[in-house]
């Protein structure tokens, strides 16, 4: 919807539209376990309502409260949420991601075919890092798409990740190392980058070269440190986060398909818009990063 002046919001605009949350419980206590929300029909009966498409947005979210490097000794483990491990995740996670980007796109959208538009890929808002896929069919269900990305992920896990060979994630390393070094391209580039730093308190304007300094020291024992405790399904400290949008036509089939999720354990939230919000009140604050104070890196 964009941005919405409270003063001016009608409830009455989202009448066509149904909100249902599912929530699965995890013993993780800041994010309160995996949370779905699906989308019936459309916000505005003026806007495209014969859509066929579907569409499912998939973030598995990471907790810098329980992230700890594999390759870290026991005693070293912490619960703190220090620029030193934001920027050891945020390169685990870089790595993880680049590793599944070709995998993924080649086994849902050129050999299932699942939609035209397959993306996936890592992000941090607001503090919270994610890797997350996106999928839009005309095909196929959310919940179905739902599955699939479940299932490329097994598959992904077994088959590439588990027995990856040193030369070869070395040289996926190097790949995610020049790619976070790369110049800007415009003075408008560099000043967006600046003032993600201001924004986000931490001051940290030369990221990216201490990032690829990081990014020199993951491990593949790191790497799957992080998907099996965060992305695998039966994951300790996984955080899944599903927006669900179903097309025209698509409904009937998938509704079981969403129906055998919830039977698998998935709680109820609510139905609507309110019950998002009490949801959301009732989940704790992720507490902010300490802003990046070494004087002899920063600039």
Same mark, same amino acid.
């Given at each position: 919807m964009g941005k919405v002046n409270p003063a001016n919001f009608n409830a009455d605009d989202l009448r066509t539209t149904q909100w249902v949350g599912i929530v699965e419980d995890t013993a993780d206590d800041i994010f309160e376990g995996r949370c779905k929300i699906r989308v019936y029909g459309k916000m505005d009966d003026?806007?495209?309502?014969?859509?066929?498409?579907?569409?499912?947005?998939?973030?598995?979210?990471i907790n810098p409260n329980t992230f700890t490097a594999s390759s870290a000794s026991a005693s070293s483990t912490t +619960?703190? &949420?220090?620029? !030193? *491990?934001? $920027?050891?995740?945020? %390169?685990?996670?870089?790595?993880?991601?680049?590793?599944?980007?070709?995998?993924?796109?080649?086994?849902?959208?050129?050999?299932?075919?699942?939609g035209y538009m397959v993306w996936s890929g890592s992000s941090k808002t607001y503090g919270i890092y994610s890797l997350w896929f996106v999928i839009q069919s005309t095909e196929r269900g959310p919940a179905y798409l739902?599955?699939?990305?479940?299932?490329?992920?097994?598959?992904?896990?077994?088959?590439?990740?588990?027995?990856?060979?040193?030369?070869?994630?070395?040289?996926?390393?190097?790949?995610?190392?020049? +790619?976070? &070094?790369?110049? !800007? *391209?415009? $003075?408008?580039?560099? %000043?967006?980058?600046?003032?993600?730093?201001?924004?986000?308190?931490?001051?940290?304007?030369?990221r990216k070269f201490i990032a690829a300094e990081v990014l020199?020291?993951?491990?593949?024992?790191?790497?799957?440190?992080?998907?099996?405790?965060?992305?695998?399904?039966?994951?300790?400290?996984?955080?899944?986060?599903?927006?669900?949008i179903v097309g025209k036509g698509h409904g009937e089939?998938?509704?079981?398909?969403?129906?055998?999720?919830?039977?698998?354990?998935?709680?109820?939230?609510?139905?609507?818009?309110?019950?998002?919000?009490?949801f959301k009140s009732r989940s704790a604050l992720f507490p902010p990063v300490a802003p990046f104070v070494a004087a002899s890196k920063a600039v």
């Open positions: 003026r806007v495209d309502p014969e859509n066929p498409e579907s569409a499912i947005q998939s973030s598995y979210q +619960t703190t &949420t220090s620029a !030193d *491990t934001q $920027l050891k995740m945020g %390169a685990v996670l870089a790595v993880l991601s680049h590793l599944m980007e070709e995998p993924c796109y080649d086994q849902l959208r050129t050999k299932e075919q699942l739902d599955n699939r990305i479940e299932h490329f992920l097994t598959l992904f896990y077994n088959e590439k990740l588990l027995n990856m060979d040193a030369e070869t994630f070395q040289s996926n390393v190097q790949a995610c190392i020049l +790619t976070a &070094t790369k110049k !800007d *391209t415009s $003075l408008y580039a560099q %000043a967006g980058r600046f003032w993600k730093e201001i924004e986000a308190t931490s001051c940290m304007f030369n020199a020291t993951v491990t593949h024992a790191d790497v799957l440190s992080l998907f099996e405790n965060s992305i695998k399904k039966d994951g300790g400290k996984r955080a899944k986060v599903s927006a669900h089939v998938d509704d079981p398909l969403f129906a055998a999720q919830q039977d698998a354990g998935a709680i109820l939230v609510g139905s609507d818009i309110v019950s998002m919000d009490a």
